[in-house]
């Protein structure tokens, strides 16, 4: 039921037939527009009682499934849930197709079992119900563009919507509206949207959903425009990479060693404090393998690259990687397997996680057309690293909270140069396959894939162009990270307040004692880290990053963001302590980065000395004079794109860690270890910066 859920800045948008073909309208705005002044509250029904007393009754085959599959109590029970129903016409639409499927392939026994809901297996009952619901709520009036819903369903997949504009024409199609729609899985339209009850939310939708069950090499296999890529996978054996998907060594989480709470989320948390809050944090149950491709279409390849069969491919990689040409195929380093590997991240990345893109996060944002959004990842092909960049133009309005995928320029692979200034390297853009296709299946049951219209290279020039600073945000320092559903979640309220940790051996990238808490957090607009990514680690911690590599040879400066929050001081709470870092290379010994850090110290602190922006930014020179002093003491000021943010005129800085000579062919790895009894430090990024830039002729920018 709809009575008021926020204010919205526009009326409801009527338009002619003129304003359509000049493509004039946001679709962030549309949903507003279409329920403007309003928000919500329960009708005073819980899901049951919404889908079984409904007065259509059009969901009576929804209901029975419900109950067949046991997840009846529930639709009944506290807590917080979605559930997309599909109407009565949805599952006999649904029913109708599987049938016709099984009896074209031959298998009529499989034909049978959809003859009706009541012939439908266990098994299927349980996937239908299951693909439906998700422990947590989601609402259309908090949906943007397109992307992945935070929260996993009842299956543990993830399902991903699209929005577009409808046209509404009046009888006389003399003039129309837009209305707001979306696309669940690119399959089912929400066709009423946030009917709020006591425990939830329903969004009625026209299909079935229907996930797939592949693995990622099975739906390149499907696309009839990705042949060469899929015929690629399985000579280099990447196939059998790209179909893991459990651990099965993992151990799993003991249930009662954990304290049972935020029962919405149907997990098992543990209970720890910081200085000044309280937060739950859960042990992922399973070890997911997931994965990101991105795939170069047969009819670009063929068209632009004259590149026809798998044979054509390999040749091309020669080309590119000539030291890998004379190698078998599913040798690592053979030039196939190289080229392959470099378009395939460990992580799974939705459309809306390849960057930051919460609008309360870029709300906080500065400069958006002098610095990309950014990310860097490492892929499969060893040694490397691609940055992944949304290039957005600089809003017309203050509110930047308002800004959309209309807003963007793009999302770009090894982009150089900002929407302000020149673009050195273009990069190259990443593609939704809805662009392309509707009907092609880009979401497997362990990944994802995109389309690009450029081979990615790993060459001498896509080296070069990622000679760069290198901001490694601590929620992409791990695929497990991603993989676990820990990265991107954005707080909205005190339910949202839990974090997400990892057992000793089981967290690729990461290693540490006993002792040792690491947590990755949820985001927080208000906090002092930069695109809210922060991982917070506690007690006598003792922890070893693997750093990402480097593009090329060189001598590169390592940083680390730190928020000593000294104004706590005062208070009794000071929870950060002094914390040693060692620096060493594969095989090698740990070396001290000079003396312990003290995580305690306030920017205005004698041994750090920045002065306030306020005091001295009209002054070029006197800036410069600061910065110069700081960085003889090791330290820098906090990225200028979130300097109003929080505390980080006070608290928030760089401390540089090392200067180490590093190669492109090496594995170097930051230790951190707590030297008092116990201590914090919330840990948001790691700069890795090559010597001509730290040390250039022209000064490094304050981005």
């Given at each position: ?136 709520t989601f609402y259309c009036s908090d949906m943007s563009g397109d992307g992945a819903f935070p929260s996993p369903n009842m299956l543990d997949r993830y399902l991903t919507y699209m929005s577009y504009a409808e046209t509404i024409w009046t009888e006389a199609r003399d003039t129309f509206k837009l209305k707001l ?523």
């Open positions: 039921m709809k009575i008021n859920k926020r204010f919205f800045r526009k009326s409801v948008l009527t338009a002619a037939v003129a304003v359509t073909a000049m493509g004039i309208f946001s679709c962030s705005d549309l949903w507003s527009e279409q329920h403007p002044g309003t928000y919500y509250v329960n009708s005073g029904n819980t899901l049951a009682t919404f889908l079984e007393n409904h007065p259509s009754g059009q969901f009576s085959d929804f209901v029975y499934i419900l109950k067949k599959a046991g997840v009846w109590g529930e639709m009944k029970s506290y807590g917080e849930h979605t559930c997309f129903a599909p109407t009565n016409e949805a599952v006999q639409q649904y029913l109708k197709e599987r049938k016709e499927e099984a009896l074209a392939a031959g298998k009529d026994s499989i034909a049978k079992t959809f003859e009706s809901i009541e012939t439908l297996t266990d098994i299927v009952i349980d996937s239908i119900a299951k693909t439906h619901l998700c422990a947590a729609a979306f696309r669940v899985n690119q399959q089912s339209k929400i066709i009423e949207d946030d009917d709020s009850v006591q425990n939830g939310v329903v969004q009625i939708i026209d299909r079935v959903l229907r996930p797939s069950n592949k693995f990622l090499p099975g739906l390149l296999k499907d696309n009839p425009n990705a042949q060469i890529f899929y015929e690629a996978l399985i000579a280099t054996g990447l196939k059998d990479s790209l179909e893991l998907f459990q651990d099965p060594d993992y151990p799993g989480v003991s249930y009662d060693s954990t304290l049972l709470c935020f029962q919405q989320t149907g997990k098992n948390k543990l209970k720890y404090t910081t200085s000044v809050e309280t937060e739950y944090g859960t042990i992922p149950e399973k070890r997911q393998f997931k994965f990101t491709m991105f795939v170069v279409p047969d009819s670009i390849l063929a068209d632009e690259y004259n590149i026809h069969t798998l044979s054509d491919l390999k040749n091309f990689a020669a080309t590119v990687y000539p030291e890998g040409a004379g190698l078998p195929d599913k040798d690592r380093g053979s030039s196939i397997n190289k080229f392959l590997s470099y378009h395939i991240l460990p992580s799974y990345l939705t459309w809306d996680q390849l960057n930051t893109s919460q609008p309360e996060l870029i709300a906080n944002r500065k400069y958006l057309d002098e610095l990309d959004v950014e990310d860097f990842f490492e892929t499969m092909l060893p040694h490397s690293i691609m940055r992944i960049s949304t290039a957005y133009k600089k809003p017309s309005y203050s509110d930047k909270s308002q800004i959309t995928d209309n807003e963007k320029y793009g999302i770009f692979i090894n982009r150089r140069g900002t929407v302000k200034l020149d673009n050195l390297i273009p990069g190259i853009q990443i593609h939704q396959l809805k662009d392309y296709a509707m009907n092609i299946e880009d979401d497997a049951l362990n990944g994802h894939y995109y389309y690009v219209t450029e081979p990615l290279l790993y060459n001498t020039a896509t080296r070069n162009t990622l000679k760069m600073r290198m901001r490694i945000m601590t929620c992409t320092l791990s695929p497990d990270f991603i993989n676990s559903g820990a990265r991107g979640r954005l707080r909205k309220t005190d339910k949202d307040r839990y974090t997400v940790g990892y057992l000793p051996g089981f967290c690729k990238n990461v290693e540490c004692t006993p002792e040792t808490e690491f947590w990755v957090r949820y985001r927080d607009a208000s906090f002092g880290t930069v695109y809210g990514d922060e991982m917070t680690i506690k007690n006598v911690y003792d922890i070893t990053f693997k750093l990402p590599s480097v593009p090329v040879d060189g001598t590169y400066e390592i940083r680390i963001w730190n928020n000593s929050i000294f104004s706590l001081k005062s208070q009794g709470k000071q929870d950060r302590g002094v914390a040693q870092f060692y620096f060493k290379g594969q095989g090698e010994q740990w070396q001290p980065c000079d003396i312990p850090v003290d995580l305690r110290l306030s920017n205005k602190s004698p041994l750090i000395g920045l002065v306030k922006w306020d005091d001295i930014k009209n002054d070029e020179e006197l800036i410069l004079q600061n910065e110069r002093a700081t960085r003889n003491l090791g330290y820098m000021r906090a990225p200028d794109i979130y300097k109003d943010l929080n505390a980080n005129e006070t608290d928030c800085h760089r401390k540089i860690i090392t200067n180490q000579y590093m190669r492109a062919d090496g594995t170097y790895y930051l230790r951190l270890r707590q030297i008092l009894e116990a201590g914090v430090i919330p840990f948001s990024f790691i700069e890795i910066v090559p010597k001509d830039i730290y040390a250039g002729e022209t000064p490094e920018d304050r981005h």
